[in-house]
């Protein structure tokens, strides 16, 4: 093992390397990479606007607050959450609170052929080894800072096992609960996903919050997709107007698997999403649709990279962001056309919706290509209302708040068309006019 980096000092750094004393931790074969998770964390700093990466999104004031881990034990009921779940029945329920798994919250893990359901610590319990090893790619020197702090603090998680042709019925309904305690807390909770070739499954993330707290959500989803195997994975972000939320997704795909990916933000104060994928295989694919909006002084950043490693590979990317008050958006879309990857095709869109003039977005799809056998494309734009469709609505006797919505909800609603899942659809469309109309605009 490689010595540990130099450790930075920060307020903020000493307050989480304080913190990590206190963790539960996942048992002793694992103690050691999530020492070197730790450390490398440390070294690495919280990310600063001198990184490219981070130019328009500031953590200072997540670096001034003080987080907790969470005391051990359920804090609440399921009356406590259910108002803010989807409208949904018969799916699979799987309740984490404050990063842990909660079994009296959930329903029992779906029993299926070819299919194994466990949380992180049962797996850690049972296989530290197999753990530590997969925990251990997140231990290196150029693991992102929040990915790393993740694996260093994981104290619980999800792990999804689908063999060949194993499949889960109804949809895997993850929810994470932010609860408020006495102290402001923080969670990291990881998710594994391992499809083996030509399974299928649907998988459901949804963060919500019990009160206004000012908590850290910190956590990271792993796929690996064998040759033919389809998923669809939703990240809903709902939490509370004062909670800070980092969340990533990394995925690998195999030869014709094929991966959906639907990223929606409406909550939090500071949101920052890393999405990276690896399309390995020929004929992979993946669809990468997002939708943000940012009212009050609400700041989501999503950041997406897609690396195109095999020929016939697919991507596309279609994310909108609607900002009003002051809030602030940023959308980041890369592609990595490697060399060798021929007759693949790629394309990006991010369409983007100001409501106020305080509000703003900022936009940047890019690509790098190292291939000369391809087809590429990606646009940008950033505008208002049009004001002779509010002007037409208006003229038909339809009010000017009503009209705004209307129009607002159908510039959305390509995003919201793409989602199979029904009670996802309702969900979102009324949780827009929530937002639109006011209600819950974040911190000032």
Known sequence: MSAAPERVHDPALDRLRSAWTERRGLGTAVDEVQRRALDVALARGLPS?????????????????????????????????????????????????????????????????????????????????????????????????????????????????????????????????????????????????????????IVVEHHIGRAAGENFTNVVTEVRLGAGAKLEHYRLQDEPSRSFHFARLDAALDGDASLVAHRIGLGAALDRTDIDVRLEGAGAEVALHGLFVVDGTRHLDTHTRVDHLAPYTCSDEDYRGLATDRGRGVFNGKAIVHPGAQHIEAHQSSRNLLLSSSA???????????????????????????????????????????????????????????????????????????RLRGVDGGPT
Request: aromatic fraction near 8%; proline fraction near 6%.
């Open 49 to 201: 606007a001198r990184d490219e990466a981070w130019k328009y999104t500031s953590l200072r004031r997540f670096g001034s607050r003080s987080f907790a881990l969470p005391a051990a034990g359920p804090t609440l009921i399921a009356a406590d959450f259910e108002a803010g779940l989807l409208p949904a029945s018969g799916w699979h329920r799987i309740v984490f609170v404050d990063g842990r798994y909660e079994a009296s919250l959930s329903t029992p893990f779906p029993v299926a052929r070819g299919v194994t359901i466990r949380s992180l610590a049962e797996v850690a319990a049972d296989d530290p080894d197999r753990l530590a090893s997969r925990l251990g790619v997140s231990a290196t020197d150029h693991t992102p800072f929040f990915a790393a702090l993740n694996a260093s603090f994981v104290e619980d998680g999800l792990v999804i096992e689908l063999g060949p042709h194993g499949e889960v019925a109804e949809p895997l309904y993850v929810v994470h609960v932010a609860t408020t305690r006495e102290r402001a807390t923080m969670s990291h909770c990881r998710v594994l996903i391992d499809a083996a070739e030509q399974s299928r499954a």
């Open 360 to 434: 703003e977005i900022d936009t940047k799809p890019e690509f790098e290509i190292y291939a000369d056998d391809v087809k590429c494309s990606h646009g940008a734009t950033t505008g208002q209302l049009d004001p002779a469709a509010l002007f037409y609505l208006r003229s038909r006797a339809i009010p000017e708040d009503e009209a705004r919505a209307l129009l607002t909800h159908a510039f959305a609603a390509t995003v919201i068309a793409r989602m199979s899942l029904g009670p996802v659809r309702e969900y979102l469309d009324r949780a827009l006019l929530t």
